[in-house]
């Protein structure tokens, strides 16, 4: 990459850090975990979609290992209820202190933190389990979560050196790389980071906006993401040494447009590390 190209990627990433600073992780959750987007009862909201996309991807036998490791948490867990069952070691992360102390508080159980029943009785269901075992699932998510780490995509190595034993067996990520990175070669660059926490023949299990241009973070907090389309997405996995296995995409029904974001679409994939 041209040093030109680096200079104005360093200058964009700096600004999308500062974006962060503000963000809110209780009213992230409530603008887009909560209904009516967070909507359990219709077949056709993206709740099910998502977490019927997760299921299969971790049930479909090919994906399961030592580690998973879950960049861009955020304040959020649904990305990794099915992963959590094929998987004795998970491993969360966060660019924000405040992220990392939500996920920490639903960990330790505190009274305050985030309710994810909804979800844990949904997934239960989809393994033809009672939704009333979502008090083990919990407790399976739970013991199974070895670190909650900070983490930079736009680093060359993401992680604190030492935070892994070694490479994952599994990434997951979701909503992350395009509303982080401020243009779209800042995203490949990112992705090529990611993957270096990742081992040969490992997969990479991502969920993401398409053509999304911002979305609030908090009141008031407008942050930039970079629109990114099928095309794109496909095409910087390739460069990035993976073979695309799966892309699946869902159109946000109207109503689901709440004002938040301007996200058209979202995108389920699996892919493989070569
Ligand atoms: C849109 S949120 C996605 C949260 C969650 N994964 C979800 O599915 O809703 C994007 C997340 O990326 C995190 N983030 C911001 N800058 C980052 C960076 N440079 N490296 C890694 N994560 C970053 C934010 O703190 C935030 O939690
Ligand atoms: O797919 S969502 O509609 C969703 C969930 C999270 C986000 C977006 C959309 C779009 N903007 C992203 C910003 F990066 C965050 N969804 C909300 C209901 S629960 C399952 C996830």
Not at 109 to 129: A, I, K, M, N, T
Not at 164 to 186: I, M, N, Q, W
Request: aromatic share 10%; charged share 20%.
């Amino acid at each position: 990459m041209e040093k030109r190209e680096e200079a104005g990627i360093e200058a964009g990433v700096a600004a999308m850090a500062q974006c962060y600073q503000p963000f809110d992780p209780a009213a992230y959750l409530q603008y887009n975990y909560t209904p009516p987007r967070a909507d359990f009862s219709r077949l056709d909201s993206i709740v099910p979609w998502k977490l019927g996309c997760l299921h299969r991807a971790f049930t479909a036998g090919d994906i399961c290992g030592g580690t998973l490791v879950d960049v861009g948490s955020g304040p959020t867990l649904y990305q990794v209820l099915s992963g959590c069952e094929v998987f004795e070691k998970l491993v969360l992360t966060d660019f924000l202190p405040q992220n990392r102390a939500a996920l920490r508080r639903w960990l330790g159980d505190d009274p305050g933190s985030f309710d994810w029943s909804p979800y844990l009785r949904h997934v239960c269901q989809l393994e033809g389990r009672s939704p009333e075992a979502w008090r083990e699932k919990a407790a399976r998510l739970r013991s199974v979560v070895t670190d909650v780490l900070p983490i930079d995509v736009h680093r060359p190595a993401p992680l604190l050196p030492g935070a892994l034993p070694g490479p994952a067996d599994c990434l997951v990520s979701s909503f992350c790389l395009e509303a982080v990175s401020p243009d779209r070669p800042a995203f490949t660059q990112a992705l090529r980071h990611v993957s270096t926490l990742l081992r040969p023949g490992g997969h990479l299990v991502m969920i993401g906006a398409l053509e999304e241009s911002y979305y609030l973070g908090g009141p008031g907090v407008r942050i930039p993401v970079v629109p990114v389309d099928q095309a794109f997405v496909t095409a910087s996995l390739e460069e990035c040494g993976y073979t695309v296995l799966e892309f699946c995409t869902y159109v946000l029904p109207a109503d689901m447009c709440v004002g938040v974001d301007d996200v058209v679409g979202i995108f389920f994939l699996k892919a493989r590390k070569k």
